[in-house]
């Protein structure tokens, strides 16, 4: 096993254990972080899979983004500290027998499919293509979907300002 092949695996294996401590902390404090690291693990994932401009994409937005927004509205909400996410365990028999279900039905899928090995990837970056690709054939669909957003924005600001005014 090479280097980069265990790399992966230990990656996956952060991201698991990291998406298990956001779905069964209690606090929700820690499901933010783990929720950090769940998010780090899938870029690093992609990183790996030589998609490199998704990689970048998820940790701008995800992490940088959307983590930020979420941890900073968790830190001001007051008494935070007393603040603990309802888990019983009363579905927890019906939801491990789901997901015993789940991972009979996709480990059978796994072991019995033939999967075909490709070549190895070139190590190149996809922003070139991506970036030609915005600015040559795809420059209309493009500006469209930026005047949309833009009027999205507009439309949210209009609508969160008539709600101040009375």
């Not at 606090?27 to 998010?39: D, E, K």
Request: include cysteine; hydrophobic fraction near 65%.
């Amino acid at each position: 096993m090479s280097l980069s092949v265990a790399l992966f695996y230990a990656f996956a294996a952060f991201t698991v254990i990291c998406a298990a401590g956001v779905a069964f902390s209690r606090n929700i404090v820690y499901s933010a972080f783990a929720l950090l690291g769940t998010l780090f693990g899938v870029a690093a994932l992609y990183v790996f899979l030589a998609a490199d401009f998704v990689a970048g994409a998820q940790f701008l937005i995800y992490i940088g983004g959307v983590l930020v927004l979420i941890l900073f509205a968790v830190m001001l909400t007051h008494r935070i500290a007393d603040v603990a996410v309802s888990n019983r365990a009363a579905g927890r028999p019906a939801a491990l027998v789901a997901v015993g279900l789940a991972a009979a039905v996709l480990g059978r899928a796994v072991f019995k499919t033939r999967w075909p090995v490709a070549d190895a990837l070139a190590d190149a970056p996809t922003t070139h293509a991506i970036g030609n690709g915005f600015l040559g054939p795809y420059v209309l669909p493009f500006e469209l979907a930026s005047f949309v957003l833009l009027a999205v924005l507009v439309g949210a600001i209009v609508v969160s300002r008539k709600e101040l005014r009375s």
